[in-house]
């Protein structure tokens, strides 16, 4: 008796296998419509499963988290002495490591031409805090970051392309920066990426003062102890920043220490963007198995007399409901092979629009839990689609079968409201998609549109950083930086160009950023000033990026090392420090708390706000230096030109490298280009919506199609008699092309109303996005009624020919 369920299902395979070989085409429909719906799921799924579901690579990554101040409600930065007071004064704490966060570089001069290694400065025991194991080696010493000590662990990367993957790396010294000495002591595990597209890990050298609090250039990573929460651990930071307020308020006044997730860290801006795609795929899939019931159903009008015989010759009814939902479930698992083949695909196409935004072990791919979430969305849509259709086709009696069989008649009342509700329901959800991909598209034209307070176009961009041992001062740097624009002002196609350390909307993470003091004010008050955005340019800099002055003048060839210390602000920090009081003339010092802090320059000027780090946000807090008189060695080139940008990159570097060969010229780019990675998330969920929208409607269209065919093919005897009795051809084209926009009205309505909806709800997760506009709404209520008249227009058009003398002599 246990081996019964077991056999039966085995039989009921073997006979929906047979039923689908009979009927290639109808197998073939489900199939196609299924596979599409399933494949677009899973690709979404996978998404969702690389950023919200798959652990991070490292041990027990829900124990991990980033440490960082927080001055005025803006998150910055801080100091190794923070860091220790941290560790000596947090009791759940199983470990604290501390790295500069933003990623420098370093140059290597190989073979080939100089390469550009992405670099972060950290603690001996990040990977062991992170719980990520070496490939080969050890981590250095604890005592090498308070000494002038040169250790660095490679990246798996660059340790196979760059040493071969030589085990005898271990302990070598190379050459970075121009600086001999760098000792190698380990390389990271195969697939460690952190924090993101980081190729060398090098030791803080002494570099760090560890008896300043002020000092705030480090990131931290701690390690809580198991059981964890998230509450006390907040709670011991928020006492250990208000114990240091107290101690040290010339320098912790106003600093409070904020406790970040790993999960929130790397995907809680995404998280809003990913439960709105799997929504969206979700209704695809209604729609795909909205389309499966109405085949399913036109299908079994011709199987109830198959099903009668064999309920008279002895079958019970749930054993044809049986034999029915498996043929259900085969359809769906055969739907689910095209589609994972479809998803693969779909994958691709994620992993091209994502790009580097993600860090390598966050892949878009298949795995375990994918595989396991195609079964289950398989075998689900399998039941949901066929459970109706296959209730209606075992109630059957011969008798019925027989007597519709003569008749020729539908199905019944009831079976056509199942019918007349899939299409409903269909077009809603159609609505709804393409309402939300319409209002993304609006949201992301809104925002490009928006004021940035600059200009990007026609702008292309790359960077240098110059290797410290060889610019190791401020008259070097500005001299090679001089150079750069000239050279690149003389080439062909070169308008303008420009530099600057941090550009706005480029996600360049500031190193360290803090606070200024205005002349006359206390570092106490000083310190309740919010953090600002240091900047270090050249006097073309306003210029080429269009940013308007407003008072006073803009930087000279003549502000340089030996003259009065100058600096540029932003209206908005303008108005924040002096209110309605001209600014210019007045004097600011930036970091007033540093050891060797800078001096106090006049204000000359006063430009127009931008939009530093996100677009449609706050305009940032800018101060701006000439670089003449505090020069930055990391800098963003700014070009503006008419050629491509691969004719600017060959033309750049040769220029560059006429200046110093063994410098590295990396990450070219064009400034749009920047500014659409920094919202990648709303680009990419506006092309997948566009992509499902389109879906939906082409199923919705295929839906209402199958039931107005159907209805034609049913009523054909009436057809024929109506028009026997002098109905002309266009009012027969008129009854059914009105029965179908009657079904397409209704849909259209609540699909309204659903539109609404998720405008509401798009507003609150996505507020960039904003509400939903009328106009958006209005399109594609008309791209909806555009395609239910042509969904029923052919079919109309087969009742409108049909010939009243067959029909009559068939009578």
């Known amino acids: 008796m246990s081996n019964m369920p077991i056999e039966s299902i085995i039989r009921n395979a073997r006979l929906s296998l047979r039923q689908i070989r009979r009927n290639p085409a109808y197998a073939s429909a489900v199939i196609l419509t299924v596979g599409l719906a399933i494949g677009a799921n899973t690709a979404i799924f996978s998404f969702v499963n690389a950023l919200l579901i798959r652990p991070f690579p490292f041990r027990d990554p829900d124990q991990l988290f980033q440490i960082q101040s927080v001055r005025g409600g803006q998150l910055g930065k801080i100091s190794m002495r923070e860091v220790l007071d941290i560790q000596e004064q947090v009791t759940i704490l199983d470990g604290i490591a501390a790295h500069t966060g933003g990623a420098g570089g370093y140059n290597f001069s190989g073979d080939g031409p100089p390469q550009e290694w992405r670099t972060i400065l950290t603690t001996g025991n990040l990977f062991e805090v992170l719980g990520a194991p070496l490939e080969i080696g050890l981590t250095w010493p604890d005592h090498a970051d308070r000494q002038r000590d040169f250790c660095v662990i490679l990246s798996y990367g660059v340790w196979k392309s760059t040493f071969g993957g030589r085990r005898d790396v271990l302990g070598k010294k190379i050459t970075l920066d121009h600086a001999a000495g760098y000792q190698i002591h380990g390389v990271t595990g195969r697939g460690f990426d952190f924090p993101q597209g980081i190729q060398v890990y090098r030791s803080l050298g002494g570099l760090f003062q560890y008896d300043r609090h002020s000092s705030r250039s480090m990131v931290g990573i701690c390690r809580v102890k198991q059981p964890f929460s998230v509450a006390r651990l907040q709670a011991e930071l928020d006492v250990v920043s208000r114990r240091l307020a107290a101690q040290y308020p010339e320098t912790n006044a106003g600093i409070s220490f904020r406790a970040i997730s790993f999960r929130e860290l790397y995907s809680g801006d995404v998280r809003p963007y990913l439960l709105v795609l799997l ?296 108005k924040l420090l002096w209110a309605d009081k001209d600014p210019v003339g007045q004097r600011l010092v930036y970091n007033p708390t540093a050891r060797d802090r800078g001096p106090f320059r006049k204000i000359v000027g006063v430009v127009g706000n931008v939009q530093q780090r996100e677009l449609g946000a706050e305009a940032s807090l800018d101060f701006y230096v000439p670089y003449r008189q505090e020069a930055d060695s990391n800098q963003y080139m700014l070009v503006k030109t008419n050629l491509g940008l691969a004719g600017l990159t060959s033309k750049a570097e040769r220029a560059m490298w006429s200046i110093d060969p063994e410098q590295s010229v990396f990450d070219f780019a064009t400034y749009e280009q920047r500014i659409l990675d920094s919202i990648w998330p709303l680009r990419l969920s506006k092309l997948l919506l566009i992509l499902f929208g389109t879906v939906a409607v082409v199923l919705a269209a295929i839906g209402i199609y199958g039931v107005m065919s159907y209805l034609v093919g049913q009523r054909r005897r009436e057809m024929g008699v109506r028009l026997a009795l002098g109905a002309s051809p266009a009012r027969i084209w008129a009854l059914v092309v009105g029965r179908g926009v009657l079904l397409g009205a209704t849909g259209l309505f609540g699909g309204l109303l659903g539109s609404i909806v998720l405008g509401r709800i798009l507003q609150h997760v996505l507020p960039s996005v904003g509400g939903g506009h009328p106009l958006v709404f209005a399109g594609a209520l008309a791209v909806l009624f555009v395609v239910v008249v042509a969904a029923c227009a052919l079919p109309a058009w087969r009742a409108s020919r049909i010939d009243p003398a067959v029909t009559l002599r068939q009578e």
């Not at 041992?469 to 001299?479: A, F, N, T, W």
Request: glycine fraction near 10%; charge should be positive; include cysteine.
């Open 279 to 574: 929504g969206a795929v979700g209704f695809v899939l209604l729609i795909a198995c909205g389309n499966v019931v109405n085949l399913l159903l036109s299908r079994g009008l011709g199987r109830q007399r198959e099903m009668a015989v064999r309920m008279a010759l002895g079958a019970g009814r749930r054993e044809l409901l049986g034999q029915l939902l498996t043929e259900c479930v085969v359809l769906s698992f055969a739907a689910t092979a095209f589609g994972l083949v479809l998803a693969y695909w779909w994958m691709n196409l994620l992993r091209v629009m994502i790009g580097p935004q993600l860090p390598t072990w966050m892949a878009v791919d298949i795995d375990g839990r994918v595989l396991a979430f195609t079964a289950l969305v398989s075998v689900a849509a399998g039941i949901c689609s066929g459970l109706a259709p296959a209730l209606r086709m075992s109630r059957g009696s011969l008798s019925e079968a027989a007597k519709e069989g003569a008749r020729g008649t539908s199905a019944g009342r009831d079976l056509a409201r199942l019918r007349d509700c899939m299409v409903i329901s269909e077009v809603a959800v159609a609505v709804v998609l393409l309402a939300g991909a319409g209002q993304l598209i609006h949201g992301l034209l809104e925002l490009q549109q928006q004021q940035k307070g600059f200009r990007s176009d026609s702008i292309s961009t790359f960077r240098i950083s110059l290797g410290w041992k060889r610019y190791i001062d401020q008259p070097s740097i500005s001299r090679y930086y001089e150079q750069a624009l000239g050279h690149l002002g003389a080439m062909s196609g070169v308008q303008k160009a420009a530099f600057v350390s941090n550009p706005p909307l480029a996600r360049q993470e500031e190193t360290a950023p803090d606070t200024v003091q205005m002349d006359g004010q206390s570092i106490q008050e000083a310190l309740k000033n919010p953090y600002v955005n240091h900047q270090s340019v050249s006097e073309s800099y306003f210029d080429v990026m269009g940013i308007p002055l407003k008072r006073g003048r803009v930087f000279s060839p003549f502000d340089r090392q030996g003259s009065e210390p100058v600096a540029i602000i932003s209206e908005r920090l303008a």
